[in-house]
């Protein structure tokens, strides 16, 4: 065991020990585990800071799935906590309210010319907002990776639009106001309200941008599976996040299924085998970041008790309980198997029952 001594530790602990951490996002590919890893993440947190912000940018929200509690676009405190507070955000709603969603208007021209800029300006007003709530650390649950890098290059999208609305302004000057209102977009939002709100954005994106930039303060968890498509999708998250220079040095591998004396079944051993294939290319290509492994369980991981017990495997890595051959081991298989044939009874029992009603 040597060799581990130089590998990063296997769990998440640096991340709680980072005291100037603010801004920890969460992404990956659809349905690998983001949420669940987000929230448990956001509970680890509320253990060592002294406020935590959980916030879903997806608009398909599973926040209020993982605590079994209904969270809206304002802070909620989870319950049983002190410190840990959750809110979901749609970050496409707020700019159809906002601007109208008149798709031939004119105002929607213009904001179909600079794509993403609605997106852009609401999680902009968004972070606006929570930078003045003052918590200690704020962890996002992303959406699948192409709309979290979307959300990273807010600021450089809306910089464009500011650009686009002055220059518009210039050349049109007054016509353009009149023109707003012609087209539907009413004294409340014309175009000096849409420059306004970009300019009173300009201060909190340049700082925000700055804190995103700065390893110090914001982290990228990146979760995974050991499965061909995650691996590769892992590794264009990596390489856009340099790009975007943004920090990223944790990985979690979740789902992983460990050489137990309880893998009897042979399509588990064949996907455990496929797993190994991916998870050794992990450790070879990410040997510089703290990888995370977590087990996949028999069941969902819902609720807080849930996610309390399984926050374990992000402090410890995972070790398979029983070693194989040993009488510990024959004594697990045994109760497996009679826990199965009782199932299958009972099932028979039922039935059988239910042929004899008809
Ligand atoms: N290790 C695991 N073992 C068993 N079930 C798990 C495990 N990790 C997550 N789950 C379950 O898998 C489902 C998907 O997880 P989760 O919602 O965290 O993924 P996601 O990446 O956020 O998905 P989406 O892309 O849809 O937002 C959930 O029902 C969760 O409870
Ligand atoms: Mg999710």
């Known amino acids: 065991m040597g060799s581990s001594e130089e590998a990063p530790e296997g769990t998440v602990e640096n991340l709680l020990e980072q005291d100037t951490l603010k801004w920890v996002f969460v992404g990956g590919k659809g349905g690998v585990g983001k949420t669940t890893c987000s929230s448990i993440l956001s509970i680890l947190f509320a253990r060592v800071r002294s406020s935590v912000l959980i916030i879903s940018t997806d608009p398909a929200h599973n926040l209020s799935d993982a605590f079994q509690q209904r969270f809206t676009k304002t802070p909620t405190l989870v319950t ?15 700019h159809e309210e906002s601007l109208g969603s008149d798709s031939d208007g004119f105002m929607s021209d213009l904001t179909n010319s ?5 997106e852009a300006m609401s999680f902009a007003e968004m972070l606006k907002l929570v930078q003045t709530m003052d918590y200690s650390v704020i962890v996002f649950d992303t959406a699948p990776t192409g ?12 910089e464009k639009g500011l650009a686009k609305m002055m220059s518009l302004k210039n050349k049109f000057g007054g016509l353009f106001s009149q023109m707003t209102r012609l087209f539907g977009v009413g004294d409340d939002f014309g175009e000096d309200d849409i420059l306004g709100k970009l300019e009173g954005m300009k201060d909190v994106i340049q700082q925000v941008n700055k804190q995103f930039k700065d390893p110090d303060m914001t982290t990228f968890v990146c979760v995974c599976i050991p499965e061909f498509l995650s691996l590769y999708e892992t590794e264009r998250l990596v390489q856009e996040l340099t790009k975007f220079e943004i920090d990223t040095h944790n990985i979690i591998i979740n789902q992983v299924i460990f050489d137990e004396e309880v893998v009897e079944s042979k399509l588990l051993r064949a996907r455990m085998n496929m797993q190994q294939k991916y998870l050794d290319q992990f450790y070879v290509l990410y040997d510089d970041f703290h990888i995370t492994k977590l087990p996949l369980l028999p069941q969902e991981v819902c609720g807080i008790e849930a996610l309390q017990a399984f926050s374990y495997y992000f402090l410890s890595p995972y070790q398979a309980s029983i070693a194989r051959g040993t009488v510990e081991e024959l004594e697990q298989r045994v109760s497996i198997l009679r826990e199965q044939l009782q199932d299958a009874e009972a099932e028979l029992d039922r039935l059988r029952k239910g042929k004899q009603k008809f």
């Open 80 to 94: 049983g906590f002190s410190n840990l507070y959750a809110m979901e955000v749609d970050p496409n709603v707020e």
């Open 114 to 118: 600079i794509p993403g800029i609605d």
């Open 147 to 158: 709309h979290t890098l979307r959300l990273l290059q807010f600021p450089a999208t809306l």
